[in-house]
């Protein structure tokens, strides 16, 4: 028998040598005395190679597979005499009822016919030949479509832009999500158009929507396998409306020094509402937010960054005239983060004091 040297180690595999099992106490082993009328004893056969196991570079990686797809990996392996192959999942012995292993002289195969999530773990190979064993583990990751984000609501509009914000879904479909799409639809057309793809956040902005109509939104979940098969729709509709012409009825009767006018509700017109950055028109940028509640504007930032200093304007426009205001905001830094003295820009206003105003300067 010749001696057991040092052996070689693939790549992607391991050696090592067994402790001596009881299943090796069923092979035929060399008896080193020879009495009187014993049998001829059975020497084992000599080692010409020791087992080894050539991975495949794209199974040295995680193998991903989409559910349904078929999962066929074949593995070459060497040793001499043959040696035995054994699959294990996770540790444990296969099921052979979805996967089925052939083991030639030379290689194994590991057949799934359509993948489950199920399937997805460890999987490892030992090639066996005597003491001297071999080993390669594979990762197998089955995925497939995200489920929906669990609800999308509608959470502002103004001018001809709408606020949305949105829960993520509760099954990501065994990966990683890349991103969520976002579509509008209006009622009049009732047809659906993409406004944001792989958007990372659970919220959006959506501009540039059309005066006159109303809207409805959804929102898909991605992942590596696709777009989810359903999605959310919002409960409440955008409805774009005019701006600058539309009657509103407000308290009439306000105060300005010591005389209380009254106008008629057909004269007080409602005024468009510019907001201005350093003189610059930030009206549909998605990074702010402009509200107008009961006579009150206000300006949010969304995610402040270190850029958004300045001298914002609210500038409010009628038939009649124009007032603004201007609010500075300072950006100031503490311990290496970011603070903010202002994060809004409140102007106090109601369209018929303004117009009482003009009324009065006419």
């Known amino acids: 028998m010749e001696a057991v040297t040092a052996p070689e180690v693939a790549p992607g595999s391991t050696l090592k040598v067994k402790e001596a099992s009881p299943a090796d106490a069923d092979l035929p082993q060399a008896s080193p005395q020879r ?69 030639g002289d030379h290689d194994s195969i590991l057949f799934i016919r359509e993948a489950q999530r199920a399937d997805s773990g460890r999987y490892q190979l030992s090639v066996q030949l005597g003491r001297l064993e071999a080993t390669a583990t594979i990762d197998i990751l089955v995925i497939e479509r995200p489920g929906p984000p669990q609800s999308i609501k509608l959470v502002d509009f103004w001018g001809s832009s709408a606020a949305l914000e949105w829960t993520p879904p509760q099954d990501t479909g065994n990966a990683a999500l890349l991103g969520y799409t976002v579509q509008k639809a209006d009622t009049k057309s009732g ?8 958007c990372h956040r659970t919220s959006c902005t959506v501009s540039n929507l059309i005066v006159g109509n109303s809207y409805a939104f959804r929102v898909f ?42 106008l008629p509700p057909h004269l007080i017109f409602q005024p468009k509402i510019i907001w201005l950055k350093n003189k610059m028109d930030i009206q549909g940028n998605p990074k702010y937010r402009a509200l107008t509640h009961l006579g009150i504007c206000s300006l949010e930032i969304r995610k402040p960054g270190p850029f ?17 205001v201007d609010c500075r905001v300072d950006v ?22 303004l117009l009482c105003a003009f009324q009065y300067k006419l």
């Not at 597979?65 to 043959?82: E, H, M, S, W, Y």
């Not at 200093?309 to 007032?323: D, F, H, M, S």
């Open 35 to 103: 009495g009187a009328g014993s049998p001829t004893p059975q020497l084992l056969p000599p080692i010409e190679e020791h087992p080894k196991i050539w991975l495949p570079r794209a199974l040295r990686q995680t193998y991903i597979r989409k559910a349904g797809d078929t999962v066929n990996l074949l593995i070459p392996f060497q040793g001499k005499p043959k040696p035995r192959a054994i699959w294990t999942h996770d540790g444990c012995a296969l099921d052979t009822s979805r996967v089925s292993v052939r083991n």
């Open 191 to 198: 047809l659906w158009f993409t406004v944001q793809e792989r």
């Open 221 to 262: 979940a991605e992942n590596q396998c696709g777009l989810s098969e359903t999605a959310p729709i919002t409960a409440d509709l955008a409805h774009i409306q005019k701006a600058g012409k539309e009657s509103q009825r407000l308290s009439t009767e306000r105060t300005i020094g010591s005389y209380h006018p009254l």
């Open 308 to 324: 958004d200093g300045g001298i914002y304007t609210c500038k409010a426009v009628n038939p009649l005239g124009e007032a603004s």
């Open 332 to 353: 100031k830094v503490y311990d290496n983060s970011i603070q903010y003295q202002v994060l809004k820009a409140m102007l106090k206003m109601t369209c018929s004091l």
